[in-house]
């Protein structure tokens, strides 16, 4: 039998409606192995977040300082379709990444989330410590987080101060792991604390730690604090993890307690990780952030050195990129905000 033209055009254009109609379908649904980064939120460190302030410092001597030292962030976007990739491919505000390097094959996204939880309070632990270290304000481990069912509840509070468990001094949280090591669940041990001007001595019972019964847990969360117990500092920064906010919440704290503001009154953004001896350390993302910073109405960004040969890739006109590597860089630069003939180091 003959294939009439017409009969022809009616089957090719058929064929080629169900190859369209498979081709929209995968394009919708089907999931591509990449993530897009984006510039994510920018955090005022010296406001609120959701009526709380995002970082609080209990005796400051500056609670309110003016201005903006904002801690910025990165979006990551999962779980796209071919034809989000593609457009977000096609856009300058995205960049495309293996999703490999962000939820390894062999972590699921909550044990992925969980760990950038656990980055961001070292984060702010390392604040503290590198605020306080600056300052030299002599610090001390201190309670950050009691288990609500756990052996030390109802027995140590947040805020106290650790002067020794079973008889031995515990600068940080190794010392306290060292000494839990030699002893089993079910034994008791002496925890003596400064809680505000009492010291106070808790007889507490060992429980067993969650993913290890042979183990002992005392179900509390250490952290660096001010000896002096009138100085407590805490953080909300909302919905964040990562250790890059580091940087942000240590100006913050310094400009709290420090007379004047840091930021002469300008919105200065920045980011990086920072040590407890005061290290400023790079990050990812720089471009995005900057980006963020810059249409959230920032004029100041303050780069990790290491980050710079990259921030100056893409930088939006009218921000000026401040490169610092220690604490002690990132202060002198915005000490020197209010002097407009004064040089600062820079990425450029």
Known sequence: MTIQPAHRRIATITVGMALLIVFLVAGMTFKVPYVALSGGPTVNTLGDQNGKPVVSVSDA???????????????????????????????SDYELEPRELYYPPDQSVE??????????????????????????????????????????????????????????????????????????????????????????????????RPDDKSRPYLGVTFTTMAE??????????????????????????????????????????????IKPDGTVGPIGG????????????????????????AATSDTPDGIELVKIDTLTSAVQSLDSLDDPKATRPSCS
């Not at 500056?62 to 990739?85: E, W």
């Not at 079973?166 to 079910?186: F, R, T």
């Not at 250790?243 to 840091?262: E, V």
């Open 286 to 309: 720089i471009t995005h952030k900057i980006k963020a910073a810059r249409d959230a109405g920032a004029t100041v960004f303050l780069v990790p050195a290491e980050n710079c040969a």
């Open 111 to 208: 044990q992925v989330q969980q760990q950038n939880v656990a980055q961001m309070s070292s984060s702010e632990a390392n604040a503290t410590a590198a605020a306080l270290n600056y300052l030299h304000k002599p610090t001390t481990l201190g309670v950050d987080d009691v288990a609500p069912k756990g052996p030390s509840a109802g027995k140590l509070k947040q805020f106290d101060r650790i002067v020794s468990v079973n008889g031995v001094d515990v600068p940080d949280p190794k010392a306290v792991v060292e000494v839990l090591s030699k002893l089993k669940p079910g034994e008791t041990i002496e925890v003596v604390v400064q809680r505000g001007n009492a010291r106070l001595t808790e007889q507490i019972k060992l429980g067993e």
């Open 228 to 273: 002096d117990p009138n100085t407590n500092i805490t953080y909300n920064v909302g919905d964040i993890g990562g250790p890059s906010a580091g940087t942000m919440l240590t100006l913050s704290i310094i400009d709290q307690m420090t007379p004047g503001d840091l930021s002469a009154g300008k919105f200065v953004a920045g980011t990086g990780t």
């Open 61 to 91: 001597v500056d609670p309110h300082p003016k201005g903006h030292l904002n801690l910025t962030t990165v979006s990551l976007h999962d779980q796209m379709t071919l034809f989000q990739a593609l457009g977000m491919w096609l856009s």
